[in-house]
């Protein structure tokens, strides 16, 4: 027959087995986690990003527009440059005329939107002109 304290050191060994939780499950419960985190943060990174990426491309559009500018006042014999290509190989800027979507600026002269005698757009993320998502130099 089992002595009293026997019985207990068997009743606490079995208990100690139960109480914990294994690799396994607590791996599985990382997971369900790091899932829920994904569905429910990786919507506000996405849309963040997308508007740095306009950001971007405002930023790059108000260069081109101010070089623009400089170049009209030191040639006054025409009304903007024929190209924005003109303006990056004479140094007016430091960037090539691409939007943050690898999308060539679109470029007018003389412009029929903006008011300022040329136009300046980028196409956007859907990389279409004149869809709602175009970004605009005169705006």
């Given at each position: 027959?089992?002595?009293?304290t026997?019985?207990?050191?068997?009743?606490?060994?079995r208990?100690s087995r139960?109480?914990?939780?294994?690799?396994?499950?607590i791996?599985?419960?990382l997971?369900?986690?790091?899932?829920?985190?994904a569905?429910?943060i990786?919507p506000?990174?996405?849309?963040?990003f997308?508007q740095?990426?306009?950001?971007n491309t405002?930023?790059?559009?108000?260069?081109?527009?101010q070089?623009?500018?400089e170049?009209?006042?030191?040639n006054?014999q025409?009304d903007?440059?024929?190209?924005?290509?003109?303006l990056y190989?004479q140094?007016?800027?430091?960037a090539?005329?691409?939007?943050?979507?690898?999308?060539?600026l679109v470029?007018?002269?003389?412009?029929?939107?903006s008011g300022e005698?040329y136009?300046?757009?980028?196409k956007?993320?859907?990389?279409?002109?004149?869809?709602?998502?175009?970004v605009?130099?005169?705006?």
């Amino acid at each position: 027959m089992k002595s009293h304290t026997e019985g207990l050191e068997s009743t606490a060994r079995r208990l100690s087995r139960q109480a914990g939780m294994t690799l396994l499950e607590i791996m599985i419960v990382l997971a369900i986690i790091g899932t829920l985190m994904a569905f429910l943060i990786g919507p506000k990174i996405l849309n963040s990003f997308k508007q740095s990426q306009i950001q971007n491309t405002k930023i790059l559009l108000n260069q081109y527009n101010q070089a623009v500018i400089e170049w009209k006042t030191r040639n006054t014999q025409a009304d903007c440059p024929a190209t924005l290509d003109e303006l990056y190989q004479q140094k007016f800027v430091n960037a090539k005329p691409v939007d943050t979507w690898g999308q060539p600026l679109v470029y007018r002269c003389p412009g029929q939107a903006s008011g300022e005698g040329y136009d300046l757009l980028s196409k956007g993320p859907d990389r279409q002109e004149g869809s709602a998502d175009d970004v605009k130099g005169w705006e």
